[in-house]
């Protein structure tokens, strides 16, 4: 009896209540302390269309020198026009993170910016009370690509699937995983199953 494989392809898009709502993504790029040490992250804006200015922002991952604090705890006001400012709620003595961000052109959602470098400008103190603290020596904020699978086929008896984003993969459409390890585009692989199912999401 003859087996049929088959792949089918889905893309991956933010599901909001609100149909005139949309989300980007946005990556901490370079974002360099005094020492040299990097700070990353990644936080999505969430906005009506057509007033991207009064949307809502989160961060969905972040890692800061020195502190074990993330996005988890962390407090973040944004100003998609002019900042970003992370603390940590209730700090105590040599506990505490202070971080401003502040961005040299507004935000939009196809167009990224430079921190704003020197004194009184982007600046950090971590540890509650100063213990490290300084100005950022370099820094950009950037929209992600949309997730998207461009395409997908067979080469050399592989499957190759070209995609932007980070790729996941579900047997019934249920639970849905990322491809570990996490693939470049494009990715090819030998199909095993016979029914297997994909799609992309934001990083």
Not at 100 to 128: F, M, N
Not at 155 to 179: M, P
Request: with cysteine; net charge negative; charged share 20%.
């Amino acid at each position: 009896m003859k087996q049929t494989l088959g792949v089918l392809v889905c893309i991956f898009s933010v599901a909001s209540p609100n149909v005139n709502a949309d989300t980007v993504f946005y990556t901490l790029d370079t974002v360099t302390l005094a020492d040299n040490t990097k700070m990353s992250g990644t936080f999505s804006w969430t906005y009506d269309v057509g007033d991207f200015e009064n949307g809502v922002g989160q961060f969905t991952f972040l890692e800061i020198p020195w502190t074990s604090h993330d996005h988890t705890d962390l407090d973040a006001v944004f100003d998609i026009g002019s900042s970003i400012e992370i603390t940590l709620a209730g700090s105590v003595h040599d506990d505490g993170v202070d971080i401003a961000l502040v961005l040299a052109q507004p935000l939009t959602p196809t167009t990224s910016s430079s921190l704003v470098l020197g004194p009184g400008q982007s600046k950090y103190e971590i540890g509650g009370n100063g213990f490290h603290d300084g100005l950022f020596q370099s820094g950009r904020i950037s929209p992600e690509p949309e997730p998207k699978i461009h395409s997908i086929g067979f080469v050399d008896d592989q499957v190759q699937i070209e995609f932007q984003g980070i790729l996941q993969s579900s047997g019934a459409l249920l639970i849905w995983e990322d491809v570990d390890p996490l693939p470049e585009s494009p990715y090819r692989f030998t199909l095993s199953v016979e029914r297997l199912f994909f799609r992309s999401r934001s990083r």
